[in-house]
Nanobody
Framework: QVQLVESGGGLVQAGGSLRLSCAASVGSFSTHAMGWFRQAPGKERDLVAFINWDSSYKYYVASVKGRFTISRDNAKNTMYLQMSSLKPEDTALYYC???????????????WGQGTQVTVSS
């Protein structure tokens, strides 16, 4: 069983930055691909970015590429999402996930965190 806890969300003005963290309580953290998803009100949960077990592969959806950076520290069982140049359309509940990579652009999540709210004001 994997337990994931997100932190770092909050309210920020457009153009600002936030760093999200995801702490995993599992001994096999380094064996899982990790990812960030987000869900805006009234919309489906969508993939934002994912990273493979040794950080050698990272994928970003087009809307965040160049603004967000995903990373992980296997020694600390923690994953991060550095978000810069934030836009109002980035406002959403951000979820951390652990799972497997199924293609170069897709990740299947097997475990989810509870989510952390990111609100970007214009």
């Amino acid at each position: 069983q994997v337990q994931l806890v997100e932190s770092g969300g909050g309210l920020v003005q457009a153009g600002g930055s936030l760093r999200l963290s995801c702490a995993a309580s599992v001994g096999s953290f380094s064996t899982h691909a990790m990812g960030w998803f987000r869900q805006a009100p009234g919309k489906e949960r969508d993939l934002v970015a994912f990273i493979n077990w040794d950080s050698s592969y990272k994928y970003y959806v087009a809307s965040v590429k160049g603004r967000f950076t995903i990373s992980r520290d296997n020694a600390k069982n923690t994953m991060y999402l550095q978000m810069s140049s934030l836009k109002p359309e980035d406002t959403a509940l951000y979820y951390c996930a652990a799972g497997v990579i199924v293609s170069t652009t897709q990740m299947k999540a097997n475990y989810w965190g509870q989510g952390t709210q990111v609100t970007v004001s214009s």
